[in-house]
């Protein structure tokens, strides 16, 4: 409530949800893709080991700037452009949340969906991915975090929001103007990250009074 408060406060509520627009949009992006690949790599330890492994090192080794060119390039300054941009550089910790996660199911956990008659998708939907729900939503907010990492970058290629306001103060050399805007960018994120941290503690309502 403060976080959101500061924003109101300041006059920083506008161009805020420009930015909580943008991880709208690529955090269910970024996590759908690296839940995918997880999933595939748990699957098939050679394909883990030989592609998405080496991938994700790559990945997590390039700086944020390179992400940009070669969308650049296919899109020009459009807002296409730091979508990509930002789902490309936030995904890869989902994809290992997401891996480590399922490894880490415990052995008795999954003999019980044997034992009774899980069918290879009902043991994945229904009893390693529940399970793995914490190591999960940890990959989750590490990319939420990821994607305001790339706010400010994004804004270079046609992104609106909070991180072109920090852009532009810069270029004009207006510190109250930038400072104001990154402050409403940490509250944000502080907000967000609570958020996250919320929705991976809370457990679900299994046993409902007058159900069997």
């Known amino acids: ?3 959101f408060f500061y924003l109101a406060l300041f006059g920083q509520w506008d161009r805020a949800m420009l930015t909580l627009a943008l991880v709208t949009v690529c955090v269910p992006v970024g996590v ?3 839940l995918m690949l997880g999933i595939a790599a748990y ?4 394909f883990d080991l030989y592609v998405v492994r080496p ?3 790559l990945m997590q080794t390039i700086p944020a700037f390179a992400y940009i060119i070669p969308t650049l390039f296919l899109f020009g300054f459009t807002p ?3 979508l990509i941009a930002t789902v490309a550089f936030a995904m890869p910790p989902m994809v290992r949340a997401t891996t480590l996660a399922l490894h880490r199911v415990p052995t008795e956990i999954q003999e019980l969906g044997r034992m009774t008659g899980c069918t290879r998708r009902q043991m994945l939907w229904r ?3 529940p399970s793995a729900k914490p190591t999960l939503m940890v990959g989750v907010n590490q990319v939420i975090m990821l994607t305001l990492n790339m706010v400010i ?3 270079m290629v046609g992104a609106d929001g909070l991180g072109f306001d920090v852009l532009f103060a810069l270029r004009s050399q207006k510190m109250g103007v930038g400072l104001e805007a990154g402050l409403a960018i940490t509250a944000l994120a502080i907000a967000l990250d609570r958020l996250s941290h919320a929705a991976a503690e809370s457990k679900p309502d ?3 009074p007058g159900t069997p």
């Open 206 to 208: 299994l046993y409902r």
């Open 153 to 155: 970058i994004a804004s």
């Open 43 to 46: 699957r098939h330890p050679r």
């Open 127 to 129: 009893i390693l991915l």
């Open 55 to 57: 991938l994700l090192d």
């Open 32 to 34: 759908l893709l690296g």
């Open 1 to 3: 409530f403060l976080c």
């Open 80 to 82: 296409v452009t730091p």
